[in-house]
């Protein structure tokens, strides 16, 4: 069975400072790991993922995660927050090879850009 | 429509009473999975569907839950004799490729029991 450890339920931040949302996972074996976003009054959306390759990796809004096997970590940062980045996001895992694929989800930060 | 489809958005219902939802997968998407998200939770896996048929239903909590996709498109989640603790947002996601992990969510359904 695998976890997902957000630390921080809730963060504010100003607009254009940098962020980092935290993410821990426990697995007995290899995974894959996503950030998923959750704008005001819509549904779930992939914003990037991990599968292979370079342990770090980007979405096309500014934002990267660097995987950290020795760590169990999958932090996600922006150099410099925006408004509309106002949103829940989740760390996401799901086993490789598993059958169903299914993710296990961590309880989310909401992130707050004040203006 | 061009996303995943849930119906309703809300629903209340008295304690005892039989629930359904429905998700309307996005056109082409064999994988369909279902996730609670309680309060203050993250979504926990229910079920996912592989075409017709129930390839994982380890997530359903006991035997008052039942899902059905009979024609490999849409779905419904069915919960008998509801609990207030079942009062939670259910989401449906579907997906062309699950293995890549991305998965295309639906607004949720919010069940309320009173």
């Known amino acids: 069975a695998q976890s997902v450890t957000q630390l921080d339920s809730q963060v504010p931040v100003f607009e254009e400072a940098p962020v980092e949302l935290r993410c821990n996972y426990s697995?007995?074996?290899?995974?894959?790991l996503f950030w998923y976003v959750q704008y005001p009054n819509q549904g779930l959306q992939l914003l990037l993922k991990y599968l292979s390759g370079s342990t770090l990796v980007e979405s096309i809004n500014g934002f990267e995660a660097e995987f950290n096997k020795s760590q169990t970590s999958f932090h996600l940062r922006k150099p410099s927050v925006h408004i509309s980045d106002t949103a829940e996001y989740f760390c996401a895992v799901t086993n490789i090879g598993a059958g169903s694929y299914q993710l296990t989800f961590g309880k989310g930060t909401k992130l707050s850009v004040i203006p | 429509g061009a996303g995943v489809s849930q119906t309703p958005s809300n629903k209340v219902t008295e304690k005892g009473k039989y629930v359904e939802l429905r998700c309307d997968p996005i056109s082409g998407h064999t994988a369909l999975y279902w996730y609670r998200q309680s309060l203050g939770q993250g979504p926990e896996f229910l079920i996912y569907f592989q075409g017709t048929g129930a390839a994982d239903d380890s997530g359903l909590p006991n035997d008052r839950f039942f899902a059905v996709r009979p024609e490999g498109s849409v779905s419904t989640l069915k919960i008998q004799r509801t609990e207030r603790g079942d009062s939670a947002v259910y989401l449906c996601a579907s997906s062309s490729a699950p293995g890549q992990g991305e998965l295309f969510f639906g607004e949720g359904s919010r069940l309320t029991v009173l």
């Open positions: 697995s007995s074996v290899s995974v894959y």
